[in-house]
């Protein structure tokens, strides 16, 4: 079965520095995977996936399928980065796949001024 | 540009009783999603409507159903309706089925159900 893990509930930094939230997979295809954020009061939004390999927001994110791993990057966070992040896996098979998203349980990221 | 609009955003159910959500996809979105999101379970996917057709389904009990129309707005219905259903519904539209180079889902505000 497929399952998304970030081990990380809370993640506090200071604006400036750097922030990595951690993303853990499991999943015996090949896996499409996606980082959404969710911004106070505000709707899910897709930040990243993994198949545009761009960065939006000054935020990267690399898979790495030794590591089964897609953790999210940005050298100097801002204090609008607060938000709760989540990675999500969807299954794929032959290219095309009806959606279903299996979340992560999200990591509250709070950067201190 | 109009977004996923869901209706309504609150709702206030008793147990027993049954409660049905609507959702209007992005225009041109033919496939809609719903999603449970409790603070317990996080996010959860409950199925997804492409073509007035059920094509994937997760792990819950028959009492959630849900169903898509011609013009791709979607309902859940939830029946006999218990405490451990309050929760966060969320829907989510795309194109169509998934396939690299598709953007992704665009998720609603949600409808806040709770039951007492």
């Known amino acids: 079965a497929q399952r998304v893990t970030q081990p990380e509930k809370l993640l506090s930094v200071f604006k400036g520095a750097p922030v990595e939230l951690k993303c853990n997979y499991s999943?015996?295809?090949?896996?499409?995977l996606f980082w959404y954020v969710q911004y106070s009061r505000q709707r899910l939004q897709l930040l990243l996936r993994?198949?545009s390999r761009e960065s939006i927001k000054g935020f990267t994110a690399d898979l790495n399928k030794g590591e089964t791993s897609f953790h999210l990057k940005k050298p100097f966070a801002q204090e609008e980065d607060s938000a709760m992040y989540y990675c999500?896996?969807?299954?794929?098979?032959?290219?095309?796949?009806?959606?279903?998203?299996?979340f992560g349980q999200g990591t509250i990221l709070t950067v201190h001024p | 540009k109009a977004g996923v609009t869901q209706t309504p955003r609150y709702l206030i159910k008793t147990r027993g009783q049954q409660v049905t959500l609507s959702c209007s996809p992005i225009?041109?979105?033919?496939?809609v999603s719903w999603y449970q999101q409790t603070p317990g379970q996080g996010l959860q996917f409950l199925f997804e409507?492409?073509?007035?057709?059920?094509?994937n389904k997760g792990n819950f009990p028959g009492r959630f159903s849900g169903r898509q129309f011609s013009n791709s707005r979607s309902e859940m219905n939830v029946s006999t309706l218990e405490l451990g259903d309050s929760a966060l519904y969320l829907c989510?539209?795309?194109?169509?089925?998934?396939?690299?180079?598709?953007?992704?889902?665009?998720f609603g505000s949600g409808t806040r159900l709770t039951v007492v």
């Open positions: 989510a539209s795309s194109l169509g089925p998934w396939s690299e180079g598709d953007y992704g889902y665009t």
């Open positions: 999943y015996s295809g090949s896996p499409e």
């Open positions: 993994h198949i």
């Open positions: 999500a896996l969807l299954q794929s098979a032959g290219g095309t796949s009806y959606g279903k998203l299996t």
């Open positions: 225009s041109g979105h033919r496939s």
């Open positions: 409507y492409f073509s007035e057709t059920q094509r």
